[in-house]
């Protein structure tokens, strides 16, 4: 009689199982090679490798794959579909145990900077928003060879003391990295009256910074949110601002406009502002914008009603807030 081989379909009585089971868990629990079991139980390593694999056919060991990108395309897909009807075309939801506001503005730019790179074509305008944000997804851009991309700043200047944070700077680091020409905005982002606007927007390198505003493939633009500011000099600038600009009911903002919950743009004294404005952001081929954070789900929710954001990035658990947040209405 010949010695049962348990390896191939035969029936399995206990010890056939115990063996298997032996196996298995040396394998999988215990992280031996096969060779290791093969000289320990005095089979050969052939055998292990075909009792391993009954082990599963017979269902003792399970096998499943967890994807860890599979509950971003849900939050994705969930978001795409919630704000569809308000332009909203696409997103990508990053996967995120972070809290910590500047790490996540940090893995949010990296990501925002391969979308941009993945679906940007030369000759294409760029336009450039502000924001800690903004700065991380230009810091994260690879070096390409674009050279008629034109990159543009989204508003005029609000004299930060961080030059690092400065729309010129920001479009001339952006330019730089991608091969491409920078087109300088040397403005204020408010001036005292609406005749001082007229008089800048007469100045020829002026005139051709904002007129680009008309022709744009792509805002990249961050969104504010006014209640929870990440530090006092940006709690001084805002807080300037809404009483500049006499607005009212303020939640967040997207380059200087401010817009409500339901993510109307709120009446004020725009004429002193210097920025995009909403209508030119629509007509936008792309407006890409990048946020994330506890601290910005209101204004996120809201941003997405505007009918201004065609691609959003944020983070997987902001996005969930998001969504939660809509539901509730």
């Known amino acids: 009689m010949g010695v049962k081989d348990i390896t191939h379909g035969h029936h399995l009585d206990e010890n056939d199982i115990r063996l298997i089971i032996s196996v298995a868990e040396r394998y999988y629990e215990f992280g031996q090679t096969q060779q ?7 089979i050969s390593r ?30 994705v897909r969930e978001l795409v579909e919630k704000y569809h009807p308000y332009g909203l075309e696409d997103a990508v939801v990053v996967p995120t145990s972070l809290r910590e506001d500047a790490l996540i503005a940090q893995k949010l730019g990296q990501v925002a900077a391969s979308y941009l790179c993945e679906h940007l074509s030369d000759g294409e305008v760029v336009g450039i928003g502000r924001g800690r944000t903004i700065y991380e997804m230009v810091k994260a851009l690879p070096e390409r060879e674009f050279p008629n991309v034109q990159i543009v700043p989204l508003s005029g200047g609000l004299g930060q ?24 905005l040397y403005a204020p982002a408010i001036v005292e009256s609406e005749q001082s606007k007229k008089a800048l ?6 005139r051709k910074a904002v007129q680009l505003w008309d022709h744009l493939d792509w805002a990249i633009v961050g ?5 929870s500011p990440h530090n006092a000099e940006y709690f ?7 009483d500049v600009l006499d607005v009212r009911n303020a939640v967040g903002d997207i380059c200087l406009w401010h817009f409500d919950f339901n993510g109307s743009f709120c009446k004020g004294k725009h004429d002193i502002l210097i ?11 792309k407006t890409l914008a990048v ?25 997987e658990y902001t996005a969930r807030k998001v969504l939660e947040t809509t539901q509730q209405e």
Request: glycine letters at 8%.
């Open 275 to 285: 920025s995009i404005t909403p209508e030119q952001l629509k007509r936008s081929k």
């Open 291 to 315: 946020a994330g954070g506890a601290k910005k789900v209101g204004a996120i929710a809201a941003a997405l009603k505007g009918g201004i954001v065609s691609v959003m990035v944020t983070d």
């Open 46 to 75: 052939p055998k292990v490798s075909r009792l391993l694999t009954r082990a599963r056919q017979e269902g003792i060991v399970q096998i499943s794959i967890v994807n860890p990108f599979s509950r971003e395309k849900e939050v």
């Open 161 to 184: 003391a961080d030059a690092r944070f400065q729309v010129n700077e920001m479009a001339h680091r952006a330019a730089e990295r991608l091969g491409g020409r920078c087109v300088y």
């Open 36 to 42: 290791e079991i093969a000289d320990q139980l005095g």
């Open 223 to 227: 969104i504010g949110a006014i209640d």
């Open 236 to 242: 001084q600038v805002m807080k300037y601002l809404i």
């Open 201 to 206: 927007y007469s100045v020829p390198h002026i």
